[in-house]
């Protein structure tokens, strides 16, 4: 039995592994007749989903706040935007998915898109809904079937949720619960025709190696990030301090566009390290189903065990992290967020290296672009970085070096907005966008030429 990482007198049922086989099945046999629908069917059984999920919106929010400890605030915002890609899937499906064809060629032609078959779609806890909620529409408008493996900390609300598009859509999508060995079985199914994961950079190269020798097999990888915040002698300090606070502590610092990384001119550094310890000490520890929590508590205990010992490091902390037994008379895995400086070689220090996913960020004093730049690129990872500076000019100029699949101007690197595309480079992931335009992943193009 497991319990809920913000409140550990809540117990949560626990789903026993699904049968990968049994379910793929299904999905398979649904494919044919789902395939040969029309684009408007499909579209209108989503939009009866949209209903469901729109009916069952406050229960979806707090089952997620309840189950990972995302604060409620955010588990609201969550399900408004699983709610709104429907529609931004509806419109990249007519855009991306009618047939086209080129009049300087010799014969009569179409170019169009046919669905491959079954897609499996492996979540994270994170973004329990909202992140695989963009394949799963995106592969089902192309006419594909879907059959979706939730991490297992989000295994209730995934259940509720699938309970829900299984209502409206029936045996074209299914829920497979379990863990790693249930991700595998489903990324190896000769069946399933396409891979969406959401997760580890371990996990991500599994899944590359289980699949390398079948071709016809897409896989989309979203991995991990170590996302820099670069905050240049000319930046508006406040605001830069408050979106890396912001971008530190959302989710406790459990997302993967996080800001884990600090690099500040070192002419600003003294009143910017100011100005963000101010704005870090509102982010308290509280009970995640509180609409007022802005800091929630990390998801389990080997979570929290990561960050003590991070923590423990006999280091330059500017801010001092601490793990905080209970908040609002609850007791769960809650931490304060930490920031700590470095001088030395950057390679030489883990946090600036490695992921963290826990509300702590490494601070380094540059002295040029050029330094900046170069630190910046240390990490294997390419998701976001963040720039704060008040010349535009400056900003492209660096954005050209940057070698990261999103590149922000004094925004928080969570800024991630579901109209645009969004993917990592390197380490972060295979270059696949998630947000708008995955359908364009989701489909496999055909050319038709017809001799008069």
Not at 147 to 154: A, D, H, I, L
Not at 212 to 234: S, T, W
Request: charged share 20%; proline share 5%.
């Amino acid at each position: 039995m497991r319990h809920s990482p913000g409140d550990f007198s809540v117990e949560l049922p626990e789903h026993p592994d699904g049968d990968v086989d049994q379910i793929v099945s299904v999905a398979s046999r649904a494919f044919e007749a789902w395939r040969a629908t029309s684009l408007d069917y499909r579209i209108e059984r989503l939009k009866h989903a949209q209903q469901l999920l729109i009916s069952n919106k406050d229960t979806l929010a707090f089952g997620i706040a309840l189950e990972i400890g995302k604060p409620l605030t955010e588990a609201i915002g969550e399900i408004g935007a699983v709610i709104a890609k429907v529609d931004l899937a509806i419109g990249d499906a007519r855009k991306y998915l009618a047939d086209v064809s080129e009049s300087d060629n010799p014969h009569a032609n179409v170019i169009r898109r046919r669905p491959r078959g079954v897609a499996g779609v492996i979540g994270p806890f994170n973004f329990p809904i909202h992140l695989p909620h963009g394949a799963i529409v995106a592969y089902l408008l192309a006419g594909n079937t879907v059959v979706f493996k939730p991490s297992p900390f989000g295994q209730n609300v995934c259940q509720l949720y699938s309970d829900l598009m299984h209502q409206a859509l029936g045996d074209v999508f299914q829920i497979v619960q379990g863990g790693a060995n249930v991700g595998q079985a489903l990324v190896a199914h000769a069946s399933v025709k396409s891979i969406c994961f959401t997760g580890s950079v371990p996990a991500g190269r599994a899944i590359a190696r289980a699949t390398a020798g079948d071709f016809f097999k897409d896989v989309a990888l979203e991995l991990g990030g170590k996302n820099a915040a670069i905050v240049l002698q000319d930046a508006d300090l406040d605001l830069a301090a408050a979106s890396v606070a912001d971008a530190m502590c959302l989710t406790a610092g459990q997302r993967c566009n996080a800001t884990s990384r600090i690099i500040v001119d070192a002419r600003v550094e003294a009143e910017f390290v100011d100005l963000l310890r101010a704005k870090l000490c509102l982010y308290t520890p509280g009970d995640p189903t509180l609409a007022s929590t802005k800091l929630g508590p990390l998801v389990s205990q080997a979570a929290r065990d990561r960050y003590a010992k991070a923590i423990e490091q006999n280091s330059d902390w500017l801010v001092r992290g601490e793990v905080v037994e209970s908040a609002d008379g609850k007791h769960g895995y809650y931490v304060t967020p930490a920031v700590v400086r470095i001088s030395g070689n950057p390679q030489n220090c883990e946090l600036f290296m490695h992921e963290l996913f826990a509300p702590v960020a490494v601070l380094a004093p540059v002295r040029s672009d050029d330094e900046a730049i170069t630190l910046n690129a240390l990490s294997d990872f390419g998701l976001t970085t963040s720039v704060f500076t008040q010349n535009r000019e400056r900003f492209l100029r660096l954005a050209n070096d940057i070698h990261c699949g999103n590149v922000y101007l004094n925004l928080p690197t969570t800024f991630s907005p579901g109209t645009l595309p969004f993917g990592g480079l390197r380490d972060s992931g295979n270059r696949h966008p998630g947000g708008r335009g995955f359908i364009r992943f989701a489909s496999d193009e055909q050319v038709l030429q017809m001799k008069a």
